[in-house]
């Protein structure tokens, strides 16, 4: 039998806290019997949600924490002097083992610094990206930094390149990953100083599979698994593939609904419609994990409903089951 995963949950994070969170707490402990939520926050707001549901209590518990840390404040000052705020119990709770993972949709510059000050890197990382799963043709790709260093340097981008092939073998499946560089063209000369000193370390490491450039066109079309970037330009794309999947799903549902003709077409296609817009829906693979740690930290949209949530639960148990940390540990020297 499995070893139990154990994640800690911030309840007190995001827009639709505790409602959403405690909603996706339940549906993943209902779902998995290998891991238990420990719902971070505080205890009577999180006990009265709990109400509205019937949960296996042994795998779900409250640990009460009386602060919250707000969108707004400075990260550093919250992470400093709110000790008793939910990400900070968190971030404890999986520093010492309590826990596995944490899973928070509160303040990302909060769950950043926390990260790396609490949890703390591992022994050679440089830096932790930010790596969301992505939607593309073929599937997803990870997309790597995409808001924790907007400044890296081209080691930190070979660091992101070997930490994201580990994670999409060992998590998502795929074999000898592809890896590509985010930039303006796919010659290899082209780029700024960052991405041209970057290239010839990702083309000579050879425990990545690096196939070059990739230019942002070409993300949607699945040319690479792993998509290497500073958090600036990784930011960029990843709230403009956002924004675009939001758009296109809700002018297609309108054209559908636009006359008596397109609303009995629609009854016909909507099966497969509903399949492939699915696909394009980020809620279904959770939260971006931050690489690099001795714990896993999940960061969720502010804005996650509970399906989010609930895959942002359920994806720690493959991370743990495959030893991520371990496989980073042991892999991310080979090539520096």
């Known amino acids: 039998m499995s070893e139990m995963v154990n994640v ?16 996706g707490a339940v549906e993943a402990v209902s779902e998995d019997k290998r891991v238990k939520v420990f719902l971070v926050g505080q205890e009577p707001v999180v006990r009265e949600e709990l109400k509205k549901y019937n949960y296996d209590a042994e795998r779900l518990e409250i640990i009460h924490a009386t602060e919250v840390i707000d969108t707004g404040e400075p990260p550093v000052m919250a992470i400093r002097t709110k ?28 769950v950043l610094v926390g990260g790396q000050v609490i949890v703390g890197r591992i022994k050679g990382v440089e ?27 081209p080691s930190q981008l070979l660091q992101f390149a070997k930490m994201g092939s580990i994670y999409m073998e060992s998590v998502i499946g795929i074999k000898n990953p592809k890896v590509g560089l985010v930039n303006i063209g796919v010659e290899e000369e082209k780029g700024n100083a960052l991405t041209k000193e970057t290239y010839p370390l990702l083309q000579n490491c050879p425990e990545i599979n690096f196939v070059g450039n990739v230019e942002a066109r070409d993300i949607p079309l699945g040319v690479a698994d792993v998509l290497v970037c500073e958090a600036f330009a990784g930011n960029i794309v990843l ?14 549902k309108a054209g559908m609904m636009g006359s008596v003709r397109s ?20 809620d279904e693979y959770g939260g971006a ?48």
């Open 83 to 110: 000790k008793d705020s939910s990400i900070v119990r968190c971030m404890q709770m999986v520093k010492e083992g309590q826990c596995d993972a944490m899973v928070s949709a509160g303040s990302t510059g909060a």
């Open 239 to 252: 709230k403009m593939l956002e924004g675009v999947s939001e758009v296109l799903i809700s002018k297609i």
């Open 8 to 23: 800690a949950v911030d309840a007190m994070g995001g827009d639709n806290a505790p409602g959403e969170v405690v909603k």
């Open 263 to 282: 609303k009995i077409g629609a009854l016909l296609v909507k099966p497969a419609l509903k399949r492939t817009l699915k696909g394009f829906n980020t």
């Open 127 to 153: 830096r932790p990206p930010l790596a969301p799963i992505i939607p593309n043709a073929n599937g997803v790709s990870l997309l790597l930094d995409c808001g924790a260093n907007v400044d890296a340097r």
């Open 289 to 336: 994990p931050l690489l690099g740690l001795n714990g896993l930290v999940v960061k969720t949209h502010g804005s996650s409903k509970a399906i989010e949530i609930k895959h942002s639960i359920l994806q720690c148990i493959a991370f743990k089951e495959q030893n991520i940390s371990e496989k980073i540990k042991e892999q991310i020297v080979l090539c520096d």
